[in-house]
């Protein structure tokens, strides 16, 4: 089969299946719940309208779109016979390679959805904050791909210690600027208040959200939580879905790493409409951060996605949208909440949570390494650690199971945080 013809021809919306749906988002000024007008003034109006549909299960992948992803998909699913050699398991380890793609992360799958959205809506200028850079360095990409302007705030902190992902966005023609700055009234209250501050996501926020109410033809996009970015990156379990038939097998735990749950939702959706059908009882299990762990020990309720309050009020659970998690190094999971659609599937028990600590999802990682010739980004690691833990469970008790996880993206521009881990820096 030509990899091209694997490419979905629709997202898979999992809202319209679920057995209970996700509680309505709120207006944090009026408590009603939030309707398309409302969440377009912040993002374009395709994507605001996915945010909310409740009822079409499959939602077209518009053709420029697909072409764009036939460009990187679809994308490996490689059976890990190296990792299972060393691990001495039983089990059949299979993952979805999305650190193929140009950036090196499954987060294009959704930026050139929305880049696309809004070209066809007219938006000229997108706006987003980033931290460590990588739905930064994908947005800014697509953006170029469908010849609109990005302008990206940066933590100031990141900007200048972590400079190689700025100079992506910047090579991809992205404005790139630290945050706080002086270009936005934000920033400038934060600067005039303290001027060494040295930034955090929630100032990169406040600038990004101004700057797009403030600009003619500029939309505000983000790359994670939301349910519209998750719906994007179905893709991902739906090629898997015919890639597994392929194999003659169907997995029994689907694995994930999850910072506000778009890759974990991306593999997992799709096989988890199986089991609300009741013709499959496979396991998902969401791994997350031990220093950021709403979702084993977070509170459901009604919180901000943001940590500046400017998204709607989301029925999740979370840490509390001021909680500052330690700087561990998979920035890509140190997000408070965890999105509404998991939240309410965590809730009613139709998926697990783990969470794991930075030594033991780095030695998960370095053994990858070694046995798959890839290097994880740090937050794939946290997969790979759940992976490990179920792996050696099948050891003990002898069990063939399979287990499918998504390698959500590579770890070459974070070295760094190898390096520290093998100078023993990593506690
Ligand atoms: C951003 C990121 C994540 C976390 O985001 P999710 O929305 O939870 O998928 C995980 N892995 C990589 C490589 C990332 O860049």
Known sequence: MLSEDMIPQK??????????????????KTKEPVTVDDLSSLFCRECSSQELNQTDRWIDIPDEVRQRYANYRCTPLVRAYGLEEALGTPAHIYFKNESVSPIGSHKLNSALAQAYYCKQEGVTNVTTETGAGQWGAALSYAAKVFGIEAAVYQVKISYEQKPYRRSIMQVFGALVTPSPSMSTRAGKDILTRTPNHQGSLGTAISEAVELARMTPGCKYTLGSVMNHVTLH???????????????????????GCFGGGSNFG????PFMRHNFSGERNTR????EPASCPKLTQG?????????????PLLPMYTLGHDFQPSNIHAGG????GAGTIVSQLLKDGYMEAVDLEQTETFKAGCLFAKTEGIIPAPESC????????????CKETGEEKTILFCLSGH??????????YLAGNIH
Do not use: S
């Open 382 to 393: 946290h997969a790979i650690a759940a992976v490990i833990r179920e792996a050696e469970k």
């Open 11 to 28: 997202w898979y919306n999992i809202q319209a299946d679920m057995p209970v749906k996700p509680m309505p988002m709120l207006n944090p």
């Open 266 to 269: 991306g593999i997992a959706f």
């Open 411 to 420: 770890g070459l521009i974070d070295m760094t945080a190898y390096d520290q």
């Open 333 to 336: 999971l140190r997000y408070h």
């Open 299 to 311: 509170k459901f309720e009604y919180d901000f996605g943001d940590e500046a309050g400017y998204t």
């Open 233 to 255: 990156q179905t893709v991902i379990g739906l090629e898997a879905e015919k890639q597994m038939e392929l194999t003659g097998e169907y997995p029994d735990i689907v694995i």
């Open 284 to 287: 998902f299990i969401a791994a």
